[in-house]
């Protein structure tokens, strides 16, 4: 029997205001695609926002799509917080055809772990012991960060991921305000 198989990717991005999901599903000739949609669950919310796509698609998703602004939408962003969402994509019969993913937005943890990276004074030489020190520190909070990930994506343990990012975010907000 002729079906389609759905696929998702949502890549990590730095940009604080969008969060880019792509379709990478592969759609089988024999049976039409139509009734697409994308149902997404903000992170401490318990309904999710349906938005419509085609086959195929590429979408930066805002907070306007989202429901978090509701003003100057496609004049000013707001950020999307990092945290759990869930993502779904149907086709009909929606209630049969569908793919589930948790994913772990982290964009601001990421970008805080660049900030205290960029204020950090490496060469092209052996560090000198404090600096080594901190590389490792930043080293291990990454970890944090792709372990929660994990945890959150494949594993399918969220609380236990994000555990994990409250304490990576806790020792990078450590390491920004010893560099302030």
């Known amino acids: 029997m002729a079906n389609h198989v759905l696929s998702l990717e949502i890549p990590t991005v730095l940009n604080t205001c969008v969060m880019t999901v792509m379709d990478t599903s592969v759609y089988t000739d024999l049976i039409p695609v139509v009734c697409e949609t994308l149902a997404i669950t903000v992170p401490g919310f318990t309904h999710s926002v349906e938005l419509p796509v085609s086959a195929g698609f590429i ?23 990092d945290g759990i969402y869930i993502v779904k994509y149907s086709v009909s ?10 994913h772990l937005r ?14 950090t004074d490496v060469n ?40 994990l990012y409250n304490y990576a975010l806790k020792l990078l907000n450590k390491m920004e305000c010893i560099n302030c």
């Open 59 to 81: 979408k930066n998703i805002t907070a306007c799509d989202l429901g978090l602004q509701s003003t100057e939408c496609g004049t000013s962003y707001s950020n999307i917080p």
């Open 93 to 102: 019969p929606n209630e049969q055809v569908y793919v589930e993913y948790n």
């Open 106 to 119: 982290m964009s601001k943890a990421l970008n805080k772990y660049n900030k205290v990276l960029c204020q």
């Open 124 to 163: 092209a030489c052996a560090p000198p012991f404090a600096i080594k020190e901190k590389l490792e520190a930043l080293r291990m909070i990454f970890m944090y960060l792709q372990a929660a990930k994990s945890k959150v994506e494949t594993c399918h343990e969220p609380q236990k991921g994000m555990s």
